[in-house]
């Protein structure tokens, strides 16, 4: 008797065993059929509306809706028609940081004169660990670790003791060049104890001139009362989730200024100025 009821439970353990084994080859075929997916649909390219140095040389408006951004990426950064405050989009919500300090979700109706977007998944996580790390170090420990030439997503939460933003005011026509309308109206924030996280992109140097190369972060609290393009910060703890994409894809703003647009001229050193 005994030695039967443990034959049982040895069957009846084997018979367990190829069960979770055949869940698990499931979920794993499973799992890399979606992976194939992402890729196949285009999903882990970074995708652009527009290009930098039209926004540097006064192209403030575009044509393409928030609710079409989000079709592109649930994740990045970028502006407002009229250059009106600062675009961030996590976790598929689009935000607006207005100069006036406020951010708001905005809807799907809205306009963006220039983007840079990605579906985020994040393919490696870093802790950093301070005391005190500024923007400038923390950028170090990232590049040092990442490939100089690739495509990143970068998003970065911790609480920052500091952390210096700006938003600017929306423009009115005629329009002037970018480096122009900030110098008037550029509103900066000196924030302190703010918990919350940066979204951006880490960018190699030939995509200077269609984006911005470097690191390229915008910033919102969690409590969602502040927020903008980050000058710098510092934080002792910060978790860097890093999303490396496979290329990227950059659409043509359609707006008839564009196409009248002289981008000839070298906007780098003058981009660098601003950012
Ligand atoms: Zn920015």
């Known amino acids: 008797m005994l030695r039967l009821s443990l034959l049982h439970k040895s069957v009846f353990k084997c018979l367990l065993a190829a069960f979770l084994a055949c869940i698990l080859a499931g979920n794993t075929i499973a799992q890399s059929a979606k992976n194939r997916h992402h890729a196949a649909s285009g999903q882990d390219f970074m995708y652009q509306y527009s290009i930098i140095d039209a926004l540097m040389a006064g192209v403030f408006d575009g044509d393409l809706t928030i609710g079409q951004l989000k079709k592109k990426g649930d994740f990045g950064v970028g502006t407002f028609n009229r250059v009106d405050g600062e675009l961030l989009i996590d976790k598929g919500h689009v935000y607006k940081i207005s100069y006036d300090g406020s951010v708001k979700e905005v809807p799907d109706s809205d306009s963006t004169s220039v983007a840079f977007v990605k579906f985020f998944k994040a393919d490696t996580v870093i802790h950093l660990n301070g005391p005190g790390l500024t923007y400038e170090k923390v950028q170090e420990q990232i590049e040092h670790l990442l490939n100089p030439n690739g ?94 994409a496979r290329g990227f894809t950059i659409e043509n703003n359609t707006n008839a200024e564009f196409g009248k647009v002289n981008l000839q001229p070298d906007r780098g050193a003058e981009l660098k100025k601003i950012e």
């Open 151 to 244: 495509i990143y997503a970068l998003r970065i939460s911790a609480k920052f003791s500091t952390m210096t933003t700006r938003a600017e005011k929306p423009a009115s026509k005629p329009y002037t060049s970018l480096p122009e309308h900030l110098k008037h109206n550029q509103v900066v924030f000196e924030l302190k104890n703010t918990t919350g996280v940066c979204a951006g992109f880490l960018l190699p140097p030939y995509l200077a001139r269609t984006n911005v190369p470097g690191f390229h972060l915008h910033y919102l609290a969690d409590d969602h009362k502040s927020g903008g393009h980050i000058f710098n910060f510092t934080a002792d703890v910060l978790t860097v989730e890093i999303d490396m």
